[in-house]
């Protein structure tokens, strides 16, 4: 299984491309149907700002697990002119373009982690899905018996 994977988003492509490699490894480390959606749709959404405001940046994707939890982060990143006020774009309803405003918050909601910085010159969105490890004792075969 590959560990880490980046991918660049420089078109529309890239956004499907970015969607489909973080659905893949979330299945890989054992997220469910529901989880994978989830993420897959907020890579979607931070690309697609990418491409929107910045033209082009990275998606990184990456196994972040550790022996307690079974992590997935993605970082996405550009060298865009940033986000003027992180608080208002974390509100539903506001939106520098004119959308719906449901983007970021709407991202923030779908995933368990979610950290964001931006200055001009670097937007950093930082998301993960966790799960809890199942415990060793669970993976005893059915009529076993313990000591």
Known sequence: MVTEKLVRIEDE?????????GREMARELGFGLVDQTRLATAI??????VIQYA??????????????Y???QVV???NGPGIPDINKALQFGYSTSG?????????????????IVSHP???????????ARV???????VGTQRA
């Open 13 to 21: 492509m890239d956004i499907v491309a970015a969607r489909e490699v």
């Open 44 to 49: 979607s959404e931070l690309t697609r700002n």
């Open 55 to 68: 033209g082009k940046g990275i998606c990184m994707i990456r196994d972040a697990s550790d022996s307690s």
């Open 70 to 72: 079974i992590r997935i």
């Open 76 to 78: 996405v990143e550009d």
């Open 99 to 115: 959308g719906l405003g449901a983007g970021l918050p709407g991202t923030k909601q779908l995933v368990h982690e979610f950290q």
């Open 121 to 131: 010159g670097l937007t950093r969105v930082t998301i993960a899905m966790v799960r």
């Open 135 to 141: 415990p060793e004792e669970s993976h005893i075969p």
